[in-house]
């Protein structure tokens, strides 16, 4: 079985500031990560992908993430936040075993204060 | 190239009613999925489709529920006698084979059940 927590429901950021948004995995086999932004009303978009080699992993936007097995974390971050980053945040885990089911996070939704 | 889409966008319905909601993949995907998120249960799994066949069937809540994939392309998903709880925005998303590889997620549909 696989499962994925996020750590805070609502994470609310000065622009310009730091934005770190936790996730933590459970998987008896090697995981594949994701992470997912969903603007309102619409789908979900890729940010970035751990599945093997570079355990630090760039994405679009200026979002990194960094895979930690002994952690088993996957926490994305942007060193500076800007107001179009206001959106949720879906932090998503499969495996070759679970075949290709992505089991998502709770969702951090972020808030970009002037 | 054109993207993931679903029809409806909405879809309100009464109580005990059917209701059928579409996705169109990328074309060449082999993939789809279908996601459930809502409220109370976040983003679920429902069922996926490897070209016409769904090895994994195993979030759909209930027999009252179903998917077909015509053609390796359009998938319909049927949702019968519908109840308030089936409530909710449905996704769509389709990939390449490959348990690493991305899954693009198409609007949703958003389905009310009065």
């Known amino acids: 079985a696989q499962s994925v927590t996020q750590l805070g429901s609502h994470v609310s950021v000065s622009e310009g500031a730091l934005v770190l948004l936790r996730c933590n995995y459970s998987?008896?086999?090697?995981?594949?990560l994701f992470w997912y932004v969903q603007y309102p009303n619409q789908g979900l978009q890729l940010l970035l992908k751990y599945t093997t080699g570079a355990t630090l992993v760039k994405g679009i936007n200026g979002f990194e993430a960094e895979f930690k097995k002994s952690e088993t974390s996957f926490h994305l971050t942007k060193p500076s936040a800007h107001m179009s980053d206001a959106a949720e945040y879906f932090c998503a885990v499969t495996s070759k075993a679970a075949g290709n089911k992505l089991t998502f996070g709770g969702g951090t939704r972020v808030l970009v204060k002037p | 190239g054109a993207g993931v889409s679903q029809s409806p966008s909405n879809k309100v319905t009464e109580k005990g009613k059917d209701v059928e909601l579409r996705c169109d993949p990328i074309?060449?995907?082999?993939?789809l999925y279908w996601y459930r998120q809502s409220l109370g249960q976040g983003l679920e799994f429902l069922i996926y489709?490897?070209?016409?066949?769904?090895?994994?069937k195993s979030g759909l809540p209930s027999d009252r529920f179903s998917a077909e994939r015509t053609g390796g392309s359009v998938s319909t998903l049927t949702i019968q006698r519908t109840q308030q709880e089936d409530s909710a925005v449905y996704l769509c998303?389709?990939?390449?084979?490959?348990?690493?590889?991305?899954?693009?997620f198409g609007p949703g549909t958003r389905l009310t059940v009065l």
């Open positions: 998987s008896s086999v090697p995981p594949y």
């Open positions: 998303a389709s990939s390449l084979i490959g348990s690493d590889n991305e899954q693009f």
């Open positions: 074309s060449g995907h082999t993939a």
């Open positions: 489709f490897q070209g016409n066949s769904a090895p994994d």
